[in-house]
């Protein structure tokens, strides 16, 4: 008699949570309690819930004459199951149709396979590749693959994930890619900013696009590195189980697995030469920074230089108008040094005084005035005040002398 095998899984909760659901599944499928935990038995059908490694599954068969009926009736059952999240969540599901029987209303277009050495059909839903369909013959066929489906299922759900998610992602990366090579491209190629800031920001903005590049590259080294896993894990469960010339499983499945492990290396190779692109152009700008660095440092040089020969200027200047200015101040103090003079010692005895004597005198004076002046005031502002005392000293002698040839040459 034809039969009808729905596989659901779903993801395994807490075992309390699954024998309290376990009560409303036996209801869904309208079977009675039995006593065997996670099964149940009627007239012509069975349910059983067990564990396939990390995955649930929820396996009922029914014997009928009415695939399409059934089947109908079978999905909104799961439809109910997914909605409720009871047992858990559900995550995948394949159908198995054994004997004589029209399956004509299943989706898609079949692929005959050999699995154990009996050629099955095999329909893939085009727009859900988490749903299967496989048609023998037989209903002793059903058997053969029920022992080993559930295990090579998850694999094939997980590696379809896998690929659609980094299908998606792979997209994203080249658009990113590219956006990041042409502003890279820019900022390498650009006329004009040869200004050491502009530069500097051009350095921070390549070195943002190398570290996204390469946060890529890593991503797209994970996708080869699961998806290359899950192909050896695919292949070991099919040791034994699936021969090498089979057409679904291996010539689909893996062949399309194996093409997108190629194109994912591919992609590698690309932000490898993507990296290397952006590193050249760092340098390049690193080149340009120094450059610009050492035509900074150049005019700064200049620059200082000119304002040493300004201050050289500046300082001959000063000491030119210095000089002039003493030689204006000892003029000064000579000519009232000699009126002061003449005033104190009397007309007479002021011609008394020989000329050298008198002359030698008023210049020592003038002298001692100019020369004291300056050396105190920089003995004032260096806080060395024992410096002023010497000038003074000499200066009071100078006067102590021309008060002595005055009062000599007057007698």
């Given at each position: ?9 779903f ?39 067990y ?29 109910t199951?997914?909605?409720?999240g009871?047992?858990g ?16 209303f ?7 396979t ?7 059909k ?38 379809q994930?896998?690929i ?52 890529y ?29 089979e057409g ?23 932000f ?31 620059k200082?230089t ?8 500046l ?30 010692s ?18 020592l ?6 020369i ?12 060395r ?5 010497p ?15 005055s ?5």
């Amino acid at each position: 008699m034809p039969l009808i095998v729905q596989l659901l899984y779903f993801l395994f909760g807490e075992d309390e949570a699954t024998e309290k659901a376990w009560p409303e599944v036996l209801s869904l499928y309208d079977l009675p309690a039995s006593g065997t935990p996670f099964q149940a038995k009627g007239e012509d059908s069975s349910l059983e819930l067990y564990r396939s490694g990390p995955v649930g599954v929820l396996e009922y068969s029914l014997l009928t004459t009415e695939w399409e009926k059934d089947y109908s009736l079978l999905r909104e059952k799961s439809k109910t199951l997914d909605e409720k999240g009871i047992p858990g969540p559900v995550i995948g599901e394949s159908f198995i149709f054994a004997g004589e029987g029209d399956a004509a209303f299943l989706p898609g277009k079949p692929v005959p396979t050999n699995i154990n050495g009996s050629w099955i059909k095999v329909f893939l839903e085009a727009d859900n590749p988490y749903k299967r369909y496989y048609v023998l013959d037989e209903e002793e066929k059903s058997a053969l693959i029920k022992k080993w489906l559930p295990t090579v299922d998850m694999v094939l759900y997980r590696l379809q994930r896998e690929i659609a998610f980094y299908s998606e992602q792979k997209e994203i990366f080249i658009k990113t890619r590219d956006e990041l090579e042409k502003k890279s491209g820019e900022v390498l190629f650009k006329k004009g900013g040869k200004e050491l800031k502009e530069l500097e920001m051009d350095i921070e903005k390549v070195s943002s696009i190398y570290g996204v590049l390469a946060n890529y590259r890593l991503l797209m080294r994970e996708a080869e590195s699961r998806i290359e896993t899950l192909i050896e894990e695919l292949e070991k469960s099919l040791e034994g189980v699936v021969p090498l010339n089979e057409g679904f499983i291996r010539e689909f499945h893996l062949k399309r697995a194996r093409d997108f492990i190629l194109l994912l290396k591919k992609i590698h190779e690309d932000f490898a030469l993507s990296l290397s692109n952006a590193r050249s152009a760092i340098e390049v700008i690193k080149t340009r920074v120094e450059l610009a660095r050492g035509r900074e440092s150049v005019g700064l040089q200049e620059k200082i230089t000119s304002l040493m020969r300004q201050n050289v200027l500046l300082q001959e200047e000063s000491l030119s108008v210095a000089i002039a200015a003493s030689f204006v101040e000892f003029f000064i103090v000579l000519y009232y040094g000699l009126n002061v003079w003449k005033t104190l010692s009397g007309e007479e005895a002021f011609h008394s005084i020989p000329l050298s004597l008198k002359s030698g005198l008023i210049v020592l004076l003038s002298l001692l005035v100019v020369i004291g002046t300056h050396k105190s005031a920089k003995a004032i502002k260096e806080n060395r005040y024992g410096g002023i005392l010497p000038w003074a000293l000499a200066l009071v002698g100078v006067i102590v002398l021309m008060a002595a040839a005055s009062a000599f040459y007057k007698i």
